[in-house]
């Protein structure tokens, strides 16, 4: 199984970005999850979301500002960033849960996709 993340970029302050991450096959999904990872920091939890979309879950200085969405029937998984701050500059990755573990921790999933860069200038 392969995720593909899309949609990084380069932006300003205040911005807006949407990522976007898809698999390569059907696979059963328990949760999405997306995380980043700036220069010389630990990966950092950004959003969960459930295969059904009931249940989301957000980083801390992510609430108010970021929302993960899916599509209905594919796996598909969005995450739109609004208000971006430089503090977000990171590569953002996708990954995909397939038993109910913990969901801010990379352990926890089980798939991971290539990142994607976002760069915000300030």
């Known amino acids: 199984v392969q995720l593909q993340a899309s949609g990084g970029g380069l932006v300003e302050a205040g911005d807006s970005l949407r990522l976007s991450c898809a698999a390569s096959?059907?696979?059963?999904?328990?949760?999405w999850g997306w995380f980043r990872q700036a220069p010389g920091q630990e990966r950092e939890f950004v959003a969960a979301?459930?295969?059904?979309?009931?249940?989301?879950y957000y980083g801390d200085s992510m609430k108010g500002r970021f929302t993960a969405s899916t599509e209905n029937g594919k796996n598909v998984v969005h995450l739109q960033m609004n208000s971006l701050k430089p503090e977000d500059t990171a590569v953002y990755y996708c990954?995909?849960?397939?038993?109910?573990?913990?969901?801010?921790?990379?352990?926890?999933?089980?798939?991971w996709g290539q990142g994607t860069l976002v760069t915000v200038s300030s």
């Open positions: 990954a995909v849960q397939t038993v109910a573990v913990t969901t801010i921790s990379p352990s926890g999933y089980d798939y």
């Open positions: 096959r059907s696979l059963f999904v328990m949760m």
């Open positions: 979301i459930s295969w059904d979309g009931r249940n989301r």
